[in-house]
């Protein structure tokens, strides 16, 4: 085949020594064994045409049969999916690093919350804050996820509590959405904690949030409940997540961090798209969570900043055929962890989970818990181009070599953004 007779790509990555490409059947989440299958390819190369996959196969029939306008080495490397962090409070004012001390030093994380410290903390400099700060501060945040490999993100409201407020986070995330090259995906969390003003009135703040709900839909695609001791209560859950389907959210919620208040019940009956963090729930339950369909969001970057003996149960959640995905939880309390990379070095050495799982549990089955399956978390046919190089031989070395950036080119839409 003559030069003019082949196909001609706009971008091919080549010599790819592992190409992770995570395809396979993308309208469902991986469970259980399928977990572990990356669909990878060795000795591989991929074509990028207007800013989608359009072929993937051998490096050798690269060379045959195809060309591209230009073309990446790889150099023998890891080549895989941009991470995607399904669980973030990316927008905030102010730093807890004093609290820190006192979490090291034996005091509770629900003891500095009843105290009015940790959430209610940063909620006070968080209004204080101009929505062009909070975007400039974001910014860079963002900038720094992006050059650790996050191409795609949720970021949750929660530190405004009160509709103005919420609304100015809310405007801020849009924001980052449109003039960021990151796919953003934006959260309500106005039921984050019960603000100070309304701790001898739960009622009338469980109202209030209720009643703004209509007025936040237009910026927000999810809506999330911190079911939790010392947040939200079942019951006060319950209200809320009947208001927000009737105004057509989808479901998201926080719940077995410190305690179980039932919030695998609510995810079941509500059919939340995820149940994020996890780590006190009863064995009993994880049949009826594998049964509803929602994913289950760890957190490993919570319990290893608080020093918590308590993990969430990953081994039995994947045996128990719950899909399971993995987030940073970026906030200024309980996980300033900015990098996928370092979660997943957590998940295999706290949740015990296996290099390839938690690698698909940062690609394809954290684009399922933010509904974006079909664009990003695998390199398949026809979807955004967001790949990784890593500067790494085999993808078990991403966990093993903890504490580095290993991202040392990164695609987005077939775009090279970092270099």
């Given at each position: 085949?003559?030069?003019?007779?082949?196909?001609?790509?706009?971008?091919a990555v080549v010599n790819c020594g592992e190409l992770l490409t995570l395809a396979g059947d993308?309208?469902?989440?991986?469970?259980?064994?399928?977990?572990?299958?990356?669909?990878?390819?060795?000795?591989?190369?991929?074509?990028?045409?207007?800013?989608?996959?359009?072929?993937?196969?051998?490096?050798?029939?690269?060379?045959?049969?195809?060309?591209?306008?230009?073309?990446?080495?790889?150099?023998?490397?890891?080549?895989?999916?941009?991470?995607?962090?399904?669980?973030?409070?990316?927008?905030?004012?102010?730093?807890?690093?004093?609290?820190?001390?006192?979490?090291?030093?034996?005091?509770?994380?629900?003891?500095?919350?009843?105290?009015?410290?940790?959430?209610?903390?940063?909620?006070?400099?968080?209004?204080?804050?101009?929505?062009?700060?909070?975007?400039?501060?974001?910014?860079?945040?963002?900038?720094?996820?992006?050059?650790?490999?996050?191409?795609?993100?949720?970021?949750?409201?929660?530190?405004?509590?009160?509709?103005?407020?919420?609304?100015?986070?809310?405007?801020?995330?849009?924001?980052?959405?449109?003039?960021?090259?990151?796919?953003?995906?934006?959260?309500?969390?106005?039921?984050?904690?019960?603000?100070?003003?309304?701790?001898?009135?739960?009622?009338?703040?469980?109202k209030e949030v209720i009643e703004s709900l209509t007025k936040v839909k237009p910026y927000a695609?999810?809506?999330?409940?911190?079911?939790?001791?010392?947040?939200?209560?079942?019951?006060?859950?319950?209200?809320?997540?009947?208001?927000?389907?009737?105004?057509?959210?989808?479901?998201?919620?926080?719940?077995?961090?410190?305690?179980?208040?039932?919030?695998?019940?609510?995810?079941?009956?509500?059919?939340?798209?995820?149940?994020?963090?996890?780590?006190?729930?009863?064995?009993?339950?994880?049949?009826?969570?594998?049964?509803?369909?929602?994913?289950?969001?760890?957190?490993?970057?919570?319990?290893?900043?608080?020093?918590?003996?308590?993990?969430?149960?990953?081994?039995?959640?994947?045996?128990?055929?719950?899909?399971?995905?993995?987030?940073?939880?970026?906030?200024?309390?309980?996980?300033?962890?900015?990098?996928?990379?370092?979660?997943?070095?957590?998940?295999?050495?706290?949740?015990?989970?296996?290099?390839?799982?938690?690698?698909?549990?940062?690609?394809?089955?954290?684009?399922?818990?933010?509904?974006?399956?079909?664009?990003?978390?695998?390199?398949?046919?026809?979807?955004?181009?967001?790949?990784?190089?890593?500067?790494?031989?085999?993808?078990?070395?991403?966990?093993?070599?903890?504490?580095?950036?290993?991202?040392?080119?990164?695609?987005?839409?077939?775009?090279?953004?970092?270099?």
């Amino acid at each position: 085949m003559t030069t003019s007779q082949k196909k001609r790509f706009d971008l091919a990555v080549v010599n790819c020594g592992e190409l992770l490409t995570l395809a396979g059947d993308d309208d469902r989440p991986k469970r259980g064994k399928a977990l572990s299958d990356l669909a990878l390819r060795k000795n591989a190369a991929i074509g990028i045409s207007k800013g989608k996959i359009d072929w993937v196969g051998s490096q050798k029939q690269y060379r045959r049969s195809y060309s591209a306008r230009q073309e990446i080495n790889a150099e023998g490397a890891v080549v895989m999916p941009g991470f995607v962090d399904p669980h973030t409070h990316a927008v905030f004012a102010g730093s807890r690093e004093l609290e820190w001390v006192q979490k090291i030093t034996g005091t509770s994380y629900l003891d500095i919350l009843k105290s009015g410290g940790g959430i209610l903390n940063t909620v006070e400099k968080t209004n204080a804050a101009s929505q062009k700060t909070l975007f400039e501060k974001a910014k860079t945040t963002l900038q720094t996820m992006l050059a650790q490999g996050t191409t795609s993100l949720e970021i949750k409201s929660g530190y405004g509590l009160n509709l103005q407020q919420e609304l100015k986070i809310l405007k801020v995330i849009r924001r980052l959405n449109k003039e960021m090259v990151l796919d953003v995906v934006p959260t309500y969390l106005g039921a984050h904690v019960i603000p100070k003003s309304s701790q001898n009135n739960r009622s009338a703040y469980v109202k209030e949030v209720i009643e703004s709900l209509t007025k936040v839909k237009p910026y927000a695609t999810f809506c999330d409940v911190f079911c939790e001791e010392g947040a939200f209560t079942h019951s006060e859950s319950k209200q809320i997540f009947q208001a927000a389907k009737s105004a057509g959210f989808q479901i998201k919620l926080h719940a077995g961090q410190f305690s179980d208040l039932g919030g695998i019940d609510l995810a079941s009956s509500f059919h939340a798209v995820s149940i994020d963090h996890l780590d006190v729930i009863k064995k009993k339950d994880i049949p009826k969570l594998s049964d509803s369909g929602t994913m289950g969001v760890l957190l490993p970057g919570v319990s290893h900043f608080l020093a918590l003996k308590k993990h969430a149960p990953a081994r039995d959640l994947i045996d128990g055929n719950v899909p399971v995905a993995l987030a940073t939880d970026f906030n200024p309390g309980s996980s300033p962890c900015l990098s996928m990379q370092e979660i997943i070095h957590l998940a295999v050495l706290h949740l015990k989970m296996t290099p390839a799982e938690a690698i698909s549990a940062a690609t394809i089955n954290a684009a399922h818990a933010l509904g974006l399956a079909q664009q990003v978390g695998s390199l398949a046919l026809g979807k955004q181009a967001d790949l990784l190089l890593l500067d790494l031989d085999h993808y078990e070395q991403l966990p093993y070599f903890f504490g580095s950036n290993h991202v040392h080119t990164i695609l987005k839409k077939g775009i090279v953004v970092n270099a």
